[in-house]
């Protein structure tokens, strides 16, 4: 069984950082991409940032860029995700994903493995 958890959240104010670790266990993603995603109660989730199997390559959504960091430890099986310059619209359940394809993307439908979210809450 392939299992995604999260672990990291918590609350922290305004222009703080966290960071935000997902291992995966059942299968390896060593050579696929990963990625983190978010999402409020009553709006769709939203795509944070995706990185390559083999971590040349990274991808943000605008909202995050210069102030996240996605990351990746084939050893560990595992991604993360640095969150610096933390904002109060940064709130959110975050979730990692997996991809059993290759390239790199940012739809929720190219992913096949999801974990079920750490929340992130940020005061101001």
């Known amino acids: 069984q392939v299992r995604l958890v999260e672990s990291g959240g918590g609350l922290v104010q305004a222009g703080g950082s966290l960071r935000l670790s997902c291992v995966a266990s059942?299968?390896?993603?060593?050579?696929?991409?990963m990625a983190w995603f978010r999402q409020v109660p009553g709006k769709e989730r939203e795509f944070i940032a995706a990185i390559t199997w083999g971590g040349a390559v990274t991808n943000y959504a605008d909202s995050v860029k210069d102030r996240f960091i996605i990351s990746r430890d084939h050893a560990k099986n595992a991604v993360y995700l640095q969150m610096n310059s933390l904002k109060p619209e940064d709130t959110a359940v975050y979730h990692c994903a997996a991809s059993v394809s290759t390239g790199i993307y940012s739809q929720t439908y190219e992913y096949s493995y999801w974990g079920q979210g750490t929340q992130v809450t940020v005061s101001s």
């Open positions: 059942g299968r390896t993603f060593n050579n696929n991409p």
